[in-house]
């Protein structure tokens, strides 16, 4: 199986700042990874797709890049609303896998 | 608008089994795959597995091998999610998820408690 691990677990930051989570895949999954937001209590939300396509409706000041192995999700103007915890996933070969999540958290 | 409406929570005792279903509506059933993924109290998401409701055809993550079986109804665009032998680790959110370019739609998450 295709393992996802997510920097940093946890990241403290103000409104106003520029975030950047990344996430690392054991094998290479060309484009094929998705970001997703979550607030407690609430299913997850799709942020981004195929590693750089911004779902319809999300805030512009999320952004995501990369390929292969290696993706970033970048929040340029970190919003109050933005506090959550944010998951990459992976598709590729007919299995799925989340990363373990990233926590950003008021400083 | 597109909405995922699963059944209501459960408590089960353990080695019993749980059947959730996940009511799609407003876009076409059988044209988009539907996953299930839960998240246990306090941790991250675990993808559990995926079905094509059109022809029913299933992929399931090898944790839940021999134990989960996902199963569509097109006449209702109903598809259930039935997970067996059930332990305290499985006391979890279980949530159905339509995958378009990712998973872009999501049900409110059925809570199943698996207590004696």
């Known amino acids: 199986d295709i393992q996802m691990t997510q920097s940093p677990s946890t990241l403290s930051a103000s409104v106003g700042d520029r975030v950047t989570i990344t996430c690392r895949a054991s094998q290479s999954i060309s484009s094929w990874l998705a970001w997703y937001q979550q607030k407690p209590g609430k299913a997850p939300k799709l942020l981004i797709y195929k590693a750089s396509d911004l779902e319809p409706g999300v805030p512009s000041r999320f952004s995501g890049s990369g390929s292969g192995t290696e993706f970033t999700l970048t929040i340029s103007r970190l919003q109050p609303d933005d506090f959550a915890i944010y998951y990459c996933?992976?598709?590729?070969?007919?299995?799925?896998?989340f990363g373990q999540g990233t926590k950003v958290e008021i400083k | 608008q597109v909405q995922l409406v699963q059944s209501g929570a459960e408590v089960k005792p353990p080695g019993a089994s749980v059947k959730v279903s996940c009511e799609a509506s407003?876009?076409?059933?059988?044209?988009?795959?539907v996953h299930w993924v839960r998240q246990a109290p306090g941790q991250g998401l675990e993808w559990m597995g995926i079905i094509d409701p059109s022809g029913g055809s299933t992929t399931y993550s090898q944790k839940f091998q021999g134990r989960l079986t996902l199963t569509s109804d097109t006449s209702t665009s109903t598809v259930y999610m039935h997970l067996r032998s059930l332990t305290s680790g499985d006391t979890a959110v279980y949530y159905c998820?339509?995958?378009?370019?990712?998973?872009?739609?999501w049900g409110q998450g059925t809570l199943v408690t698996v207590s004696s």
């Open positions: 407003a876009y076409p059933f059988t044209d988009y795959y």
């Open positions: 998820a339509r995958w378009g370019w990712g998973l872009d739609y």
């Open positions: 996933q992976q598709y590729n070969s007919y299995s799925w896998t």
